[in-house]
Each structure stands twice: as C-alpha cells, then as structure tokens.
C-alpha cells in the first residue's frame, strides 16, 4: 500500500492538521508500512459476520429531559485563550 | 515502622494503622511527599506534585478518622495518570496542546476517591494521550523504569506505573486501550488490572478511543487491586456506556483456594520472538498454580489473536481521529493564531500535537475516510466481533487464559524510537482484550537481568472477581510482589 504526498497531504486537510514537508513525506512512509500490515485482515472471511455490537452491549441509554446543573460559563471561559462577552473569540471563519 | 518506610505500606496494611490512629493521614502524606523528593529526579514520572492540596486532604482525611468516619480509602495517598481530570490542578495528557489547562471538574473515580478523603499526590507522566508503548512520547520527558534507569517503564501509563514501583504513592490510577495498564505494570513488577469495559466511568477520562478505554488501578498486591476498584467502579449518570451492574465487594473471592479452577494457555501466547526467560518465568508461574490445584489446559487456540493488532490499529485511530477533534486552540489549551480560524486550527494542531499522535489522528482519518471506511473500519469491527466471540466460547471451557503481559521485558530507552511497527508489537499480548471488553489482569511473576516479568490473566466480562482470585492465590505462595526496586 503505498500513499501519494497528495494523498496524504489531503488526509492533513481533513484533519486539520498543519504538516510540513518534511512531515508528509515522512508519513507517507510510515503509513504505507502500517497500512500494508491491515492487508492481513483480508484473509478473514467476515461476509456472514454483523458488525460489533456496541463494546457495552447497551444501547439508547437514556435520561428523564429534566434540565440538572452544569458548569458556569465563567468555569467554561476559564481555560479559553480569547473571549468576549461569554463567547469564545477566534478569527475570521469566513471571508 | 519507621518514617522513612511509611510509602512502602500496602493499603491493606495503612488502613488498619491509621484507624488504630497509631498513623495518622498526614504522616503518610508526608512520608510519600518526602519520598518523592527523594526520587523523583531520577524516575521523573509526574507532571505535577500537589504537595499544598495533598496535607490539607490529609487534614480532612485525620478529621474523618479521629471522629469515627472513616472509609475505606480515608487518608490513602495516590497519584492520577494525567490523563484523568482533576479540578483546579493542571492536567495535560502528557501534550503541549494541554499545556496550562486547569480542568473546572472532577473525574468521576478522582471524585469518589476524594469523597472518601483518600489523598491525591500529583498526576503522573504518559505517552501523548496515551498514544504509546513506552512513555517516551511524552511531550514533556520520558519516564525510567526504577529497576534500571536506562529502560522504559512501559506505556502509556508509564508515569503511573514507575511512581507505584519507586514508592511514590500507596496506589496510583492509570488507563488502557490497548495495554497501557498491563505492559507497565509487567514491565516495572507492579499489579495493574485493566477492568471490563463499562466497569468503571470513563467521566473525567479525556477520551482516546471511546469503545477500548478504560481506567483501572496500579497497587502492590492484589488485594489493594480490590480495594480501589470497590472504590472506583460502578455504574455513573455521567458515563452513557457505564454498566448498570452492582458492584460486588471485590475483596471477597480472595479466598487463596483456586482447587478446580480451569485455566487455559492459549498456544497464539507463546511464540517465536518472545524471550526465553519471559516464557519461563510464566511457564513455572502455570505450574505453581496447577501445584495449588488449579486445572490447566495448554490445547487452547484463539486463532484471531494475530489479526488483533490490524485491528487495534484501524479502530483506536480512527477513534481518535474523531476525539482529538477538538483540540483546536479555541476553547482551551496551546493556541496559535492566523489570519483565519481554519489556518489557526491547522497551525495550532501542527505545532501542540507531537509525531505519534500525528500518526495516528492521520491513520485515523484515512480508515474513515470516503472510500475507505469500508475497507478499514468496517471491516476491522467484524475482526473485532470475531476476536470477541473466540474468548466467548474459549471461557466457555476456561475460568480464566494465562499468558505473558508482553514478548520481552523492558526495554532501553530510545530502542524503538525509529520503528512505530516495532512499538506497536510489544502490545501484542495486551491488544486483544481490549477488543473484546473483557477485564484482564498483570501481576510479577519473576525477573530477567533484574527486570520483572508480568503475568497476564483474562477473564469474561465482569468476571474480575476470578482474576483477583486467581492473582491473590498465587501471591500468596510467590514473594515476587515483595520485591522493591533498590533506589
């Protein structure tokens, strides 16, 4: 399995991930060994298996939607690098 | 005993001198606290030592004792794995991306414990959010092994597993995904338990791969393994994936009688490439138990247990992929900012996270990504269903399955550094449990050129009470647990 310097510079892209160059074509080295290694799991038969049922075998765990304390806005903004008005600051998003 | 070997003490053994008021909270807090400056330039496995919060909770803690309201962990001194959030004490997962977040809550098992007045320490060294097997990918420093300074403690809750083994705390608290309680614990001679996974909360716990986590305990013998987890686990509001299952008094199956036990070595445990004295070391374990009455079976095959690993390394990225998304530089942590948010975001993710948690939230996104997920993602889920149902029917036939905790005893720093496939293979004995959820525990069973070995015990979901069955009995008549590194 051997990956393209696009390939894995889009893979960066979507995961908003800053690389440099030296990065990516040290990744794409490194990858294209591990994903070479998940070959194996080709030998397995697995057309009449159902997928993994949740690892806690519960599902829908629900509560009463009754409203319960949480943390205070002051609490949440505490750790934030920029804020304004009990907002998270950050720049431009869009043009 | 003397004050210079108070931070020996088991849990066991503290608890019954503190309520006898013949210790008090505060001399075992400062005993651990004095013994961490003794050796806590050498070992270097904690991030943060909270000495000024430590003997105010040991102040509580001998409050609670002189008036008669003790609990079981009152005045118990341990450390947290930083991947754990503690309130008002900074917690970094071993990243710069976290560097100076201060957690505004409680993990829900740091809350129990300090409801009971136990004594949290500091919070312990580990590989990037817990993305490692040696703790060397910590973006702060590495941890050493303290029965050879030159080698790893193992990981990712190297930090946890060393402060134990060095004397720091009475027990200390880490988490496994894919072995990180277990390899350290056999790689610096402590007992480590990975739980069942729903058995304990994952509130609290900064999320790695949230259908393989689980936090679990480090402690000098099976029995304080018991006491914290009848602290720690049990169902929780905040935990959607908690089990709704009582929890029994895990203090109670040990009985020291395993007569009639069944306990199955599987053949995919024992192969070319582990070292010699590791296989010894266990083999002569087996033995002892089957002297103490034990049934082994050494026919066993779990034929899936090699295609663990592919599968460990699809799901636990492309989780992770998912649970480091929000590492941004907006709501907390390292923040680099640009002209626009998308170039802050990437900036901030490319200098705040290190080369292995790269690695993985890149592998990650490729498995899940279009084109792909069925390939990868997909079909490492129906590996995992496989591997899960091998266990189901093995323990059909066997009360627990005995094996090494991993290949090789602890190995040098910097050894495995240039090759991540290298790495990823000492979990190779630890991987499978997690993708099946079922609790798993490692305990010393011996030495190799002074380093330990760890014995692994699996048992089927909830079914823990076995393992710290099986695990006391075989304390009780081996002194390996005894052993202390000399620092």
């Known amino acids: 399995m051997v990956l393209s310097n696009e390939e894995v510079r889009h893979i960066a892209w979507l ?8 990065e990516v074509e040290r990744f794409r080295e490194e990858l294209s060994v591990i994903l070479d290694h998940f070959q194996s799991l080709e030998e ?3 057309r009449d298996v159902p997928g993994a049922p949740h690892a806690s075998l519960l599902h829908n765990v629900l509560r009463d939607d ?10 949440v903004l505490a750790n934030a690098p920029d804020t304004q008005d009990s907002c998270f600051r950050v720049p431009p998003i869009l043009e | 005993m003397s004050g210079d070997e108070l931070h020996t003490l088991s849990i066991h053994a503290a608890r019954r001198l503190l309520d006898s008021r013949e210790l008090s909270a505060q001399e075992l807090t400062e005993a651990c606290l004095a013994r961490i400056d003794h050796v806590e330039s050498r070992v270097s496995a904690l991030l943060t030592v909270c000495a000024e919060t430590a003997l105010a909770q040991a102040a509580a803690a001998d409050r609670a004792l002189s008036s008669a309201q003790a609990a079981p962990m009152t005045g118990i001194p341990f450390i947290a794995k930083d991947l754990l959030c503690t309130r008002g004490i900074p917690t970094t997962c071993g990243s710069r991306i976290l560097e100076g977040f201060v957690p505004p809550y409680d993990a829900t098992v740091i809350e129990r414990l300090l409801d009971q007045h136990a004594v949290l320490l500091g919070k312990a060294n580990m590989d990037e959010f817990a993305m490692g097997s040696s703790t060397e990918h910590s973006a702060y420093f590495p941890t050493h092994n303290p029965w050879n300074l030159d080698c ?5 809750s190297g930090g ?5 083994a060095a004397g720091e705390a009475l027990f200390t608290l880490g988490s496994d995904t894919g072995g990180s309680i277990r390899q350290p614990a056999g790689f610096c001679g402590v007992v480590g338990l990975k739980p ?11 999320a790695f791969a949230s259908s393989l986590d689980q936090i679990g305990p480090f402690a000098r013998d099976v029995e304080d393994c018991a006491l914290v987890m009848n602290a720690i686990a049990g169902q929780c509001a905040r935990d959607a994936t908690s089990a709704p299952l009582a929890v029994p008094d895990f203090t109670a199956c040990l009985t020291n009688d395993v007569r009639g036990l069944r306990i199955g070595v599987p053949k995919e445990y024992f192969i070319e490439g ?8 266990v083999e002569e374990a087996i033995a002892t138990l089957e002297r103490m009455g034990a049934s082994v079976r050494r026919d066993l095959s779990l034929p899936s247990t090699k295609y663990a690993l592919a599968a460990y390394y699809i799901i636990a990225p492309s989780e992770a992929s998912a649970n480091l998304a929000r590492y941004d530089g907006v709501k907390y942590g390292f923040a680099r900012r640009l002209a626009t948010a998308e170039e802050s975001i990437s900036a901030t993710r490319g200098a705040g996270f290190g080369q292995e948690v790269k690695r993985r939230i890149m592998l990650g996104t490729y498995a899940l990504s279009a084109g792909y997920y069925d390939a990868y993602y997909l079909k490492a889920q129906k590996v995992r269903y496989l591997i899960s149902d091998e266990f189901q029917k093995a323990f059909k036939e066997c009360d627990v399955l ?14 495995k550094l240039n090759d991540p496939m290298q790495m990823y293979l000492s979990d190779v004995f630890t991987l499978p449990v997690n993708i099946a959820g079922i609790p798993a525990l490692s305990l010393p069973c011996g030495f190799v050129g002074g380093l330990p070995v760890g014995l692994q015990l699996m048992a089927d979901r909830f079914r823990e009470d076995l393992l710290l069955k099986v695990g006391h009995a075989y304390e009780q008549s081996t002194e390996w647990h005894l052993q202390r590194p000399k620092m």
Do not use: N
């Open chain 2, 160 to 164: 946890s597993a060393a402060a134990l």
């Open chain 2, 274 to 281: 582990m070292q010699p004295e590791v296989r010894h070391s």
């Open chain 1, 15 to 22: 995961a908003r991930l800053g690389v440099t160059d030296a």
């Open chain 2, 152 to 156: 790893v403690p193992g990981g990712s």
């Open chain 1, 66 to 75: 009754v409203p319960t304390a949480s943390l205070s806005s002051d609490a």
């Open chain 2, 196 to 206: 069942t996974y729903g058995r304990v909360s994952r509130y609290g716990l900064v």
């Open chain 2, 402 to 415: 005995a094996m090494p905790t991993s290949p090789t005893v602890a190995f040098p720093l910097g050894s």
């Open chain 1, 44 to 46: 397995l038969d697995t």
